[in-house]
């Protein structure tokens, strides 16, 4: 027979170990079971770079007008934030602004000013700041551009997941 106090700190030490589960009430729903994944730092900082550099060939695409390989860099339920207008898939950048970004980024100079990229596990995020500079459609162009691009790591390959553009006119 075990006295009070030591079936207390039994029953303290099963429920912190996970040996006992308290059950939720029937009538409220069951919470998901989360896990905690540690990444080491250089696998981290890998995966941070990958997303930087599929947020690159995202831009070359453009500017080399491969309308293919954008769309190919974005999944196909990616949310394109861009002043203040939404396209809430790939199939409807494709038959929204996409033509016009194409055209715009190859008449026009995209220079990266900073640029940062952080990974944890599948998702990844990378936040540029930039100048364009050129001319289009018969306007000179001189914007400071922000950028913000979310992707997560889909079947082995990251795809664009999100995307949130806004520029303003370059102080004089």
Known sequence: MTSPGRRLWLACLLAFSGGVRAQAPATAPAEP???????PAATAAADARAAAAIVSAF???????????VLDLL??????FEQGYTE????AYASG?????????RTTQYDVVHRESL?????????????TT???????VDIDNTETMILQRRGGKWQIVHIHWSA???AQ
């Open 168 to 170: 303003h006119p370059r």
């Open 33 to 39: 079971e989360t896990s905690v994944q540690v990444v």
């Open 134 to 140: 050129g001319t289009f459609a018969g306007e000179n």
């Open 97 to 105: 602004h996409l033509d016009n970004d194409l055209t715009f980024a």
């Open 88 to 91: 809430s898939s790939r199939d």
């Open 119 to 131: 990974a944890s596990g599948d998702t990844a995020w990378v936040i540029t700041q930039a100048r």
């Open 75 to 80: 999944a196909p339920d990616v949310a394109i």
């Open 59 to 69: 831009h070359a695409d453009l500017r080399d007008n491969w309308r293919q390989g």
